[in-house]
């Protein structure tokens, strides 16, 4: 069982910048992904990107491309999303999910067995 821990979110004005993180309770033993999601008000949870955990490469929503970047801390089983340059579209509660399917599962949430509790972020326009 792998319990995930989100942290880093609050309230920004618009253009303003924000690092969620999200702490493992372990590091699983098999290939795995991190990926980090998201829930407007109202809608459905949606994916905003991921992380091969072994290999680093990276997977975004167009939405986010060049304004967001996630990355890893192997020795601390942290993963990070430093979130720039954000947007009223951006407030949404944040969730960050363990995968251990294929990378061309990365974006379907259905495929994380295990979620955090979420942290909620709020940009002000």
């Known amino acids: 069982q792998v319990q995930l821990v989100e942290s880093g979110g609050g309230l920004v004005q618009a253009g303003g910048s924000l690092r969620l993180s999200c702490v493992a309770s372990?590091?699983?033993?098999?290939?795995?992904?991190m990926g980090w999601f998201r829930q407007p008000p109202g809608k459905d949870r949606e994916f905003v990107a991921a992380?091969?955990?072994?290999?680093?490469?990276?997977y975004y929503a167009d939405s986010v491309k060049g304004r967001f970047t996630i990355s890893r801390d192997n020795a601390k089983k942290t993963v990070y999303m430093q979130m720039n340059n954000l947007e009223s579209e951006d407030t949404a509660v944040y969730y960050c999910?363990?995968?251990?399917?294929?990378?061309?599962?990365?974006?379907?949430?259905?495929?994380?067995?295990?979620w955090g509790q979420g942290t909620q972020v709020t940009v002000s326009s």
């Open positions: 999910g363990l995968i251990y399917a294929s990378e061309a599962r990365y974006s379907d949430r259905k495929f994380y067995p295990y």
């Open positions: 372990i590091r699983p033993a098999t290939t795995f992904g």
């Open positions: 992380i091969n955990w072994d290999s680093g490469r990276t």
